[in-house]
């Protein structure tokens, strides 16, 4: 018997409605955000959106490795599904969880910062895609205004899996997006270990505004991935809180 496993990318437990789990199944698939990593008991043992997923000797990691996995890690994971509800990963594949847009500074060999953004470290490597014509960080130059896709790996940390040149002129347009780290209610968000103020902003939840700051901070929680967006000239002036879906 075949099926497949969707989990909601924002929710703490999947909807099996039509996936009876006293079946077994060889080829289930499931998408979602890491909640729960492995602990000293359960090493190859982790939870993604509520579901159990187990890793072998023999599972497959794509765009990434194991010690990559991080609480909102979005992965994907193809697998097989025992009676107990239990997920054997034969493959994970690591999936774009952050979002980044301001002008870059700082440019190394491999890393750079951005504007506005102190405090966070985008590393690229091999894989990451570099559009416009730019072979990599060589062709950008301080103060070029970039977007930039990837995933978390720590705190204030992300590798990019691609980095492009916008257009300028203006206030700096600035983007944060990533896993949540912290919500003080009605004040403040966390993400990559900058913390957004949210008076005077407009919040989002998968795309629908919603009316007060109650209503948004009631919808989230650590992990999620939540997008601020705002203008930098001189300081930030952050103008929308978004929960994504």
Not at 24 to 30: D, G, P, V, Y
Not at 52 to 58: E, F, I, N, P, Q
Not at 207 to 231: E, L, Q, R, T, W
Request: glycine share 12%; charged share 20%; net charge negative.
């Amino acid at each position: 018997m075949t099926g497949n496993v969707c989990g909601s990318l924002h929710a703490t437990v999947i909807d099996f409605e039509g996936f009876p789990l006293t079946e077994s199944f060889e080829n289930a698939e499931m998408e979602g955000f890491v909640r729960e990593l492995p602990s000293t008991t359960s090493p190859n043992e982790f939870t993604v959106a509520g579901q159990s997923v187990l890793t072998t000797g023999a599972t497959a990691f794509v765009g990434g490795a194991s010690t990559d996995m991080v609480i909102g890690a979005k992965i994907q994971v193809k697998g097989s599904l025992d009676d107990a509800g239990r997920l054997t990963a034969d493959k994970i594949t690591f999936l774009d969880n952050v979002r980044l847009e301001s002008k870059a500074n700082s440019i190394g060999a491999n890393t750079f910062g951005l504007d506005g953004l102190t405090g966070v470290v985008v590393t690229t490597d091999g894989r990451t895609q570099f559009p416009d014509g730019v072979a990599n960080l060589s062709g950008i130059a301080t103060g070029s205004s970039v977007r930039v896709s990837g995933r978390a790996t720590g705190p204030n940390t992300l590798v990019a899996t691609r980095v492009e040149l916008r257009g300028g002129g203006g206030p700096t347009k600035v983007v944060l997006q990533g896993p949540l780290q912290e919500a003080v209610a009605s004040t403040s968000v966390k993400i990559l270990g900058i913390t957004v103020p949210t008076s005077g902003v407009t919040f989002s939840v998968n795309d629908n505004p919603v009316n007060n700051a109650a209503d948004f901070y009631a919808a989230v929680k650590p992990g999620d991935v939540v997008k601020a967006s705002g203008n930098l000239n001189g300081s930030i002036t952050w103008e929308e809180v978004e929960l994504e879906d």
